[in-house]
């Protein structure tokens, strides 16, 4: 482990001749010294250049030829400040996102369901009253703001959630280079962490989609981290809350800073703990008091908290041979390209931990309580590794564990660079290890970009388009006239590219939310049944029936009072003329 870390040192540009000063971040304010810094000083800059979308039997040859311009750029952007190289990274991911083709991917499953939830705050309708999610709902208010944003320039609701989803997934990126570099002091770090975040599949591809709730709450996770390092508690626990507020999980980012602030609970006369607990009360007060001028905060508690400990996360529970095999499917399936950096990152977090034990063990337990802030971006990783081992339910929940995934694979690559300059120096070949560094850097940021971004030059967008929806979706609202009612269960995307609203606040019953009912509604699921029924809807669209509880009565009131239509796209049942109200209880 001694050889790894002198190996890091080596790969980042440890050369005594160079002036530190060089890397003294100009994003705000310097830095505190911590021991990160004896670990890894950087002093070259590079930065991930586009690909022109070489085919695979060119790929080699062309990651000699970006590596060679890659190492050039390394010398022309020296100079820059991180400030820049911040915006340079915003423009870079952009142009990665692109090839994903925004304006051409279909509405699906939970985007759909997180569009619509938008959609209907949009147009004045209150979270969990008028429109049921059981999730927490800032993400649906950013896009509800985008909506109407975008109406002040006249931009279809859908496209401007995704262009305010990409812009977040660019600042996703671009907060995954300014924590690495704050927390490793090393540019090369930063912007190999940076490539391989921007170079992930599925990333690009769940924010081009609509509003992907992970996005913001890792996003607001990353600041408080951020804020973490530039000793800002207040600002630590605001970001913290906004996380947990765009989805629950973030709530561990500000436990996360108030653990580091109050140095594991052992210091609390600075009162910068209280500090991180005051910047946490602050937006949850907003939120709570808004709820509360609605008379919503009963609903609020009952699908945001209740449901999802007495129902959701029992159901998603899963013993550790499942845990193991879920994993598995993940790796091989939507994060098949990527699964080496999640190897790397393991590798990249024993040189990260052992350094930290390295240094609690030749210093003392003091010493351990004083480097709390340094392990943070340790336990935000281990805490949220540990909640996907318990409720993980697909790729997406991934997504926060992925800019962590980032940067520790980054420092794995570097390690490993820094590793064969070593050894090259030891051979003495007449190589200078400082070219070895440089180019090792550049072949690995080329890499990432050839065999990554370069293939994302090559997605196409199959079919159902957005635009073939669109037509199809045109065709069944057709035969509403004005007054008649559509409900659809687990086709939202009918609703958001209709425009529509549900004919009930519930439209994916999902997960034992139909039984939940028996706890929430007048009569429970039985009452609630036959009150939708007898709105008499036009038009049904039932899918994802398969863990209700009571799909048999769904199955059952569309074969009874509807006709089965099928499309090439959705599947929907039309109301039977002059059919008489009946009662199918």
């Known amino acids: 482990m ?13 050369d005594s001749n160079r002036s530190e000063s060089r890397d003294v971040t100009h994003f705000t304010s310097p830095l505190p010294r911590t021991h990160y810094s004896e670990l890894a000083t950087s002093y ?5 250049v586009t690909t022109t979308g070489n085919p695979p039997s ?24 991180n400030r820049t190289i911040f915006v340079l990274v915003i423009v870079a991911s952009t142009f990665a996102f692109l090839p994903y083709r925004f304006w051409k991917q279909p509405s699906i499953v939970d985007r759909a369901n997180w569009d619509y939830f938008a959609q209907v705050i949009a147009r004045g309708g209150i ?77 690009g591809d769940a924010n081009c989609g609509g509003v992907q709730p992970k996005t913001p709450m890792i996003l607001f996770g990353l600041m408080t981290l951020w804020s973490l390092r530039r000793d800002r508690p207040f600002l630590a626990g605001l970001y913290g809350m906004l996380s947990a507020l765009s989805w629950q999980p973030g709530l561990l980012f500000a436990g996360v800073a108030a653990l580091s602030f109050s140095h594991y609970l052992t210091r609390w006369r600075d009162l910068k703990a209280l500090k991180v607990i005051a910047g946490a009360a602050l937006p949850l007060a907003i939120f709570i008091g808004y709820f509360w001028i609605e008379g919503a905060l009963r609903e609020l508690y009952w699908w945001n908290i209740d449901y999802n400990l007495t129902i959701d996360a029992p159901r998603g529970l899963r013993t550790v041979e499942g845990i193991v095999d879920r994993f598995d499917r993940l790796m091989r399936t939507p994060y098949r390209r990527e699964r080496i950096y999640f190897l790397a990152s393991v590798f990249g977090l024993l040189v990260v931990g052992w350094s930290q034990l390295r240094e609690a063990f030749r210093s003392g337990t003091r010493r351990l309580l004083d480097a709390a802030p340094d392990h943070s971006i340790i336990l935000a990783a281990l805490i949220y590794f540990a909640f996907c081992t318990i409720n993980i339910q697909g790729g997406v929940d991934l997504i926060p564990l992925l800019p962590f995934v980032s940067m520790f694979a980054a420092v794995a690559i570097i390690s490993l660079v820094g590793l064969i300059a070593n050894l090259a120096n030891r051979a003495r070949l007449k190589v200078p290890q400082f070219a070895v560094q440089q180019f090792g850097f550049a072949i690995a940021l080329a890499l990432v970009i050839v065999f990554s971004i370069g293939d994302v030059i090559w997605l196409r967008v199959w079919f159902p388009t957005l635009q073939d929806q669109e037509a199809e979706v045109a065709q069944i609202t057709s035969l509403l006239e004005p007054g008649d009612q559509i409900f659809v269960h687990g086709l939202a995307e009918i609703l958001v590219l209709s425009g529509r609203t549900n004919a009930d606040k519930h439209f994916f019953l999902d997960r ?12 429970g699921f039985e009452g609630w049944f036959s009150r939708l029924k007898s709105k008499r809807p036009k038009i049904v669209a039932l899918e994802r029936l398969k863990t209700l509880d009571h799909k048999e009565e769904f199955i059952n009131w569309v074969q009874t009072d509807y006709e089965e239509e099928k499309g090439k796209i959705f599947t929907y049942y039309v109301r039977k003329i002059n059919d008489p109200p009946s009662d199918h209880n």
Do not use: C, H
Request: no cysteine; hydrophobic share 55%.
């Open 2 to 14: 001694r050889l790894v870390k002198s190996a890091w040192l080596a790969a980042d540009g440890g």
């Open 44 to 48: 070259s800059i590079s930065f991930p």
């Open 58 to 81: 060119q790929q080699i040859g062309a990651s000699r030829e970006t590596a060679s311009l890659v190492s050039r750029i390394a010398d022309r952007l020296q100079s820059l400040d």
């Open 127 to 203: 979270p969990y009253v008028d429109v049921v999610n059981i999730k927490a709902p800032l993400s649906a208010y950013i896009g509800a703001l985008a909506i109407l944003a975008g109406k002040l320039v006249g931009l279809r609701d859908i496209f401007a959630i995704r262009l305010v989803y990409l812009a977040l997934a660019d600042l996703v990126v671009a907060f995954t280079f300014v924590v690495a570099l704050d927390y490793f002091k090393s540019r090369r770090i930063a912007v190999l962490a940076a490539a391989i975040m921007m170079a992930v599949d599925l990333f």
């Open 512 to 523: 034992g939310k139909d039984t939940y009912l028996d706890k929430v509604e007048p009569g």
